[in-house]
T-cell receptor, first 111, second 112 residues
Framework: KQEVTQIPAALSVPEGENLVLNCSFTDSAIYNLQWFRQDPGKGLTSLLLIQSSQREQTSGRLNASLDKSSGRSTLYIAASQPGDSATYLCALLSNTDKLIFGTGTRLQVFP | NAGVTQTPKFRILKIGQSMTLQCTQDMNHNYMYWYRQDPGMGLKLIYYSVGAGITDKGEVPNGYNVSRSTTEDFPLRLELAAPSQTSVYFC???????????FGQGTRLTVV
């Protein structure tokens, strides 16, 4: 059974810091991995999608990497801002067609 | 460009009542998913579908049913509502299982 874990569960940092959020999975048989952002009481916003054949994707201050052999993905946030405060979720599409979510990292960036 | 549309946005049910949560997508995606999210928790997969006429159970299917008669629609039915089904429900779709997944805005359900 695929298990997806995100560490840390919560993170509080001052504005301007560079951050690394981690996502670990137990089965490397995946099609892709996607990172989402969720604001309190809101839906999910897609941030980055990495196909299984890719190593990383970048969008603005965000960079996501994927290492299938070690079962890890990281989301790097450069120069964090208070507007980055949200819960960040990784989700992977397994080879059984299930889209499985991680446990989430709650991020707070204070001024 | 509507994307994934869920109705209703909010609903209060009494124990034992039934209801259908609607989900429609206009992107011609063949993969669709239903999730529930309890307060402070991650998303748990209830049911999913890889195409019209095909559905399969996820992690927490008990108490729910789905159907997929068309590519666009993937309704989720609760037959006998229980307080344990109080949650926020999200529907999602993606293209051929390898594309980006898009989510609806959610349905907040309370069972009293």
């Amino acid at each position: 059974k695929q298990e997806v874990t995100q560490i840390p569960a919560a993170l509080s940092v001052p504005e301007g810091e560079n951050l690394v959020l981690n996502c670990s999975f137990t089965d490397s048989a995946i099609y892709n991995l996607q990172w989402f952002r969720q604001d309190p009481g809101k839906g999910l916003t897609s941030l980055l999608l990495i196909q299984s054949s890719q190593r990383e994707q970048t969008s603005g201050r965000l960079n996501a990497s994927l290492d299938k052999s070690s079962g890890r993905s990281t989301l790097y946030i450069a120069a964090s801002q208070p507007g980055d405060s949200a819960t960040y979720l990784c989700a992977l599409l397994s080879n059984t067609d299930k889209l499985i979510f991680g446990t989430g990292t709650r991020l707070q960036v204070f001024p | 460009n509507a994307g994934v549309t869920q109705t209703p946005k909010f609903r209060i049910l009494k124990i034992g009542q039934s209801m259908t949560l609607q989900c429609t997508q206009d992107m011609n995606h063949n993969y669709m998913y239903w999730y529930r999210q309890d307060p402070g928790m991650g998303l748990k997969l209830i049911y999913y579908s890889v195409g019209a006429g095909i559905t399969d159970k996820g992690e927490v299917p008990n108490g729910y049913n789905v159907s997929r008669s068309t590519t666009e629609d993937f309704p989720l039915r609760l037959e006998l509502a229980a307080p344990s089904q109080t949650s926020v429900y999200f529907c999602a779709s993606s293209n051929q299982g390898q594309g980006e997944a898009f989510f609806g805005q959610g349905t907040r359900l309370t069972v009293v």
